[in-house]
């Protein structure tokens, strides 16, 4: 999977970048409901289509939270398609109840079940390679075409807006790939950290569902004037604060405290 999920990375920037994840919640729903179109008019063509769409929008969202996702298991024959279908509905609808709490009005409880959401897009892929598999669709092996035709047809479709875990600052963090990191907007020279996080939204994203959804932490690259880093302790109210350096890059990894 961690081959995929790269695939439509590289995808999805060559496109612009990631939507909101409530607009790519809301294309995953809508995908789900053409599929179950596809089955109830018997339309082959049509199904893989949404088939291979919804596996493309659920891995967008498992990119946009950092989550490696596991490879999908084959399929069980003896199970009848409908049911199949409706464990894609039970499942999507469970993580449109996760993403209306992590960035909806869905109040975030305390007691969320960490890991929930990965479960859940995995649940998605595993009912979309069940479905696949009663056509013979071989989901892995169209996903290359897929990712080439929509990297040609779809460039400059959509307007897209700036996601945590396409700016430059995680990009370029080396250890990005030892952990699940998101990163800051670029800083302007001379900008104090104050001025920063009023601009920076995300990083209030990252501390509302980081300890719940498993984030390592949130990079920054700072201006070269530089940051306190007791002052981004006093900014932000139960935070692990580090400073590291990798060549000429400067980082600044805010962690929530446990």
Sequence with gaps: MRE??????????????YWR????LARLLEEVGEVGAALYEDDRTALVE???DVFVISTCL?????IALEAPTSHDCDVPVHVTYYALVRESGEVARILNAYEGDKKLKATATPGALQMHLQGVQQAVFSIAGTIGLDVN???????????SRDFGRFDHTPDPITENSVRTYPRRVEGRYWGGIEAKENE??????????????FLKIASVEGLDGF?????????NLSTI???????KVTEEKYGNGNYIIIRQSN
């Excluded at 995929?4 to 970048?17: E, F």
């Excluded at 092996?141 to 990297?151: F, M, N, T």
């Design 4 to 17: 995929i999920q790269q695939q439509v990375d590289q995808m999805i920037i060559h496109l612009g970048g």
């Design 21 to 24: 994840p409530l607009s790519g």
């Design 50 to 52: 949404e088939l291979l």
């Design 62 to 66: 498992a990119n946009q939270y950092a």
């Design 141 to 151: 092996a169209s996903i290359g075409a897929l990712v080439e035709a929509k990297s």
């Design 192 to 205: 104090t950290f104050d001025r920063y996080i009023e601009r920076e939204y995300n990083l209030r994203r």
């Design 219 to 227: 990079v920054l690259c700072p201006p070269i004037s530089g940051w």
């Design 233 to 239: 302790k006093q900014e932000l109210s139960n935070v």
